[in-house]
């Protein structure tokens, strides 16, 4: 499972936790990282779900509040409507893709460039040769 996948899945966690508190169902479990990677089989290492943490709250896609995770409106947001960070990772790809195919491209304009160069220098030759 990627980077991108985990943080997504802590992201669909909350989402569900933001979930049931507004329909009022109770929750009986404390919200935090450990509940997370039990919950969602993510299997993380201690210094793996520290570090998702610390990302997911550096971007403001989670917060904390009496020592549990919550998810921020911006988190919501990101995951429902842009899609996540799997969204984010397809977007470089496509955008490396179309990098790589106009820079494929330019070769062939430039020897179509410079092809079309020749047949007007021997045009031109065959004229004044005449």
Do not use: C, H
Not at 37 to 65: A, C, F, H, R, V
Not at 97 to 106: A, C, M, S, W
């Amino acid at each position: 499972m990627t980077r991108s996948d985990k943080l997504d899945k802590i992201l669909y966690v909350l989402l569900w936790v933001d979930k049931m508190e507004l329909e009022q169902k109770p929750i009986s479990k404390k919200i935090t990282m450990l509940f997370i990677n039990k919950s969602s089989d993510l299997e993380l290492e201690p210094w793996e779900m520290q570090s998702l943490k610390e990302d997911l709250m550096d971007e403001g896609l989670i917060k904390t509040s009496n020592d549990e995770l919550r998810i921020t409106k911006k988190g919501r947001k990101f995951i429902t409507r842009q899609q996540g960070f799997k969204k984010l990772d397809l977007i470089e790809i496509q955008e490396d893709l179309i990098r790589e195919k106009t820079i494929e491209k330019f070769k062939y304009d430039k020897f179509s460039f410079w092809f079309s160069i020749l047949a007007i220098i021997i045009s031109l030759l065959s004229l004044f040769l005449r």
